[in-house]
């Protein structure tokens, strides 16, 4: 559904460009502003042309699949609820996961790892001297 939408609103979009660009220009919209007046009700030009009743219906069209386009990319679920919810779920379950864990270290040909050796581990650590404060200036 977001698809068809999505076409139909680029549709829509490139056929309302094209009809404002195809109307001729109007003048006198600016010089009734600053003083001319026109004593026509509809103004100088007359009513709507066809292509201004074009435009209308291609602006009504394109508000309405921008609407309906926001409505649902928000009712859909976001991205970081995807990751969360992937997330809360576990990707093997425990028996799996020890089985696929090595026993014995092994080298990255495939051969065993010698045996590490015992940490070293002191007995009395040592104590840390505490600095004297250094007094300021």
């Not at 001297?129 to 200036?137: D, L, Y």
């Amino acid at each position: 559904m977001t698809v068809f939408l999505t076409i139909i609103h680029i549709i829509v979009a490139i056929f309302m460009i094209l009809t404002v660009l195809l109307q001729a220009g109007k003048g006198s919209g600016m010089g009734a502003a600053f003083g001319g007046s026109s004593q026509t009700v509809f103004g100088a030009s007359g009513g709507m042309s066809f292509l201004g009743k074009i435009t209308a219906g291609a602006a009504i069209i394109f508000m309405l699949t921008s609407m309906s386009l926001a409505y649902l990319s928000s009712s859909t679920a976001s991205l970081v609820d995807e990751v969360t919810a992937q997330q809360a779920e576990p990707a093997e379950p425990a028996e799996e996961a020890a089985a696929a864990v090595p026993t014995e270290p092994t080298m990255h040909d495939g051969e065993k790892a010698a045996p590490a050796d015992e940490a070293v581990v002191a007995e009395d650590p040592v104590p840390v001297e505490e600095a004297e404060p250094v007094e300021g200036k």
